[in-house]
């Protein structure tokens, strides 16, 4: 006798919580979700999506809904620039320029306040007839058993209450989650004791100042004073209304303090300002010890959270989303090992503590230094040649963040390997990494062909090598798409004839044929025993 109502239940309808969902109902899986708020929250956050998260708007059919969605002249780009001492100080350079990696990636960046892109996943999600969606429901308990999971809700509004039981459980709902604490995992919290403001406000003075800068839509200043913390700005949809994150000065009193006037000296001008909002929150890096606890999973801000410097936070939660909905897929539908879903926190955590350490943190420290040590009231030209230097290396920085499964127990690749989200785009095809977009001899993207499930790329003639993974395939009950590029196309570029391709767009395997056996390697990536 069935014992769930649902196959999944996912606590949290943030764009992490409905993206999970939507990649779970078009496999099949019957899903809910739960969701405290009626309506998206109105707070400019998590605005700034990687070509990599469009893939998945692609992959979830939301995309052009998404695109059509941006309200925001499309003159002000999407770009960012970081300036020293103040906004409309003498220095500045072109930031996190995301656009310098789209040849590696099937679709382009975005930029998108979080409130608009969770209205586009709501409305996609509505058309999904496997998605069942609560909203006003608030979930405050989590109990597990041995084959399935109960969460105890209540509606907001009427107070009612219910229990909904699914073969597995989800949480993404934020950096408080309830679902981590009733599991019972515990985190590792990195606290850099720094009391953060986040404002909301209309300015049109600022957008008349920011005409100096064309094509920019965020600006992190650099000032001394905050050794490599940022003041930071950036646009939402309307052209007169900015966000502005900054940590509050030691022993600020927030109820006293004069928000304005520091704006005004983030700026380096008197600027007209009408608050609309005004959040606080403590500067620090979280991340769970352990994604999964059973029957129960997190993603999203119930995983890890930081502090909002790169726009790596929603991005992250996007990636967690694709790499779990697949593998819970594949399990469901017995198509895959128990061991595949504990491969969802061997390759998430490394990759989101790498994020942290080698991007986000790294990123205060290398300001922090550079502060201490140049100035332009001191040493000009020294400081202007190291200045010239960061703005180099702001090119590279984009470059080198590539999440990777290396060493993953599903990757078939190099062993001395370790997950991260340190690596340069390349076009060749490497086990653990994402695979770049190829025309293969066609005229157009092989992403065009290759399909929901496990797609092989032949590059060339290899047809004895494909005949052996189509029948090993058959036989494990694997839907198995084949796509053919000519040998002389751009796939060349792929350094290999044969390349394994996830359904969340990662290469678990490559290869020439001749060197693993098919129905292994499919054992080993699927997470069964060989």
Not at 344 to 351: G, Q, T
Request: charged share 25%; net charge negative.
């Amino acid at each position: 006798m069935k014992k769930y109502d649902y196959q999944v239940a996912v606590v949290g309808g943030g764009p992490v919580g409905f993206g999970l969902a939507i990649d779970l109902a078009q496999r099949g899986i019957s899903v809910l979700v739960i969701e405290k708020y009626v309506t998206p929250q109105p707070v400019p956050k998590g605005q700034n999506m990687t070509q990599r998260s469009m893939e998945h708007f692609r992959a979830w059919h939301a995309e052009e809904a998404l695109r059509a969605r941006h309200k925001k002249p499309r003159e002000f780009g999407i770009g960012g620039m970081t300036a020293y001492e103040t906004l409309m100080g003498e220095y500045h350079y072109d930031w996190l320029q995301r656009a310098l990696v789209g040849d590696y990636y099937a679709t382009t960046n975005e930029r998108m306040p979080q409130y608009a892109t969770e209205e586009v996943l709501r409305e996609r999600a509505a058309q999904l007839k496997g998605i069942d969606i609560r909203v006003g429901w608030e979930v405050d308990q989590v109990e597990q058993e041995v084959d399935s999971v109960t969460v105890q809700a209540f509606e907001r509004k009427t107070g009612e209450r219910r229990g909904f039981t699914a073969q597995y459980l989800v949480g993404a709902d934020g950096a408080r989650s309830i679902t981590r604490e009733s599991a019972g995992i515990t985190r590792t919290i990195f606290d850099h004791d720094r009391l953060m403001v986040l404002l909301v406000f209309h300015s049109r003075r600022l957008n008349e100042l920011l005409e100096r800068y064309p094509g920019k839509y965020f600006y992190n200043v650099l000032h001394p004073d905050l050794k490599g913390y940022w003041l930071f700005f950036g646009r939402d949809e309307l052209a007169d209304t900015f966000f502005f994150h900054a940590p509050l000065p030691k022993g600020a009193d927030p109820d006293h303090f004069d928000f304005h006037a520091y704006v005004n000296w983030a700026v380096g001008e008197d600027i007209d300002m009408t608050i609309e909002h005004r959040g606080l929150w403590d500067c620090r890096v979280g991340i769970a010890d352990t994604y999964r606890a059973g029957r129960v999973f997190i993603a999203g801000d119930a995983a890890h959270n930081h502090p909002p410097y790169g726009g790596y936070g929603i991005n992250s939660g996007f990636e967690d989303a694709r790499n779990l909905a697949w593998k819970l897929a594949a399990v469901l539908d017995g198509q895959a090992g128990e061991a595949l879903l504990d491969s969802y926190s061997a390759e998430r955590r490394p990759v989101f503590w790498s994020t942290a350490k080698d991007f986000i943190e790294k990123s205060i420290e290398d300001d922090r230094d550079f502060l201490a040590a140049y100035s332009p009231h001191k040493d000009r030209q020294a400081f202007e040649k190291e200045w010239a230097a960061r703005s180099s290396r702001a090119v590279s920085e984009v470059d080198m963040f590539q999440p990777n499964y290396r060493g993953s127990p599903v990757v078939w690749g190099d062993d001395n390997g370790a997950a991260d989200a340190r690596a340069p785009h390349e076009f060749r095809a490497r086990a653990g990494f994402h695979l770049a977009p190829r025309d293969p001899g066609d005229g157009g993207n092989i992403y065009d062909q290759i399909g929901a499930n496990f797609t092989l790329i032949s590059v060339g003639d290899n047809e004895p090598a494909v005949a052996a993974f189509r029948h090993a395939a058959d036989a494990l009950g694997i839907d198995l798409r084949v796509v053919r590029a000519a040998a002389d196309s751009a796939a060349a570029d792929y350094q290999v004839p044969l390349i394994l391709v996830r359904p969340d767009h990662f290469v678990p395997w490559t290869g020439d044929g001749g060197d693993a056996d098919p129905q292994t390697v499919l054992r080993r990536v699927l997470g069964f025993p060989n």
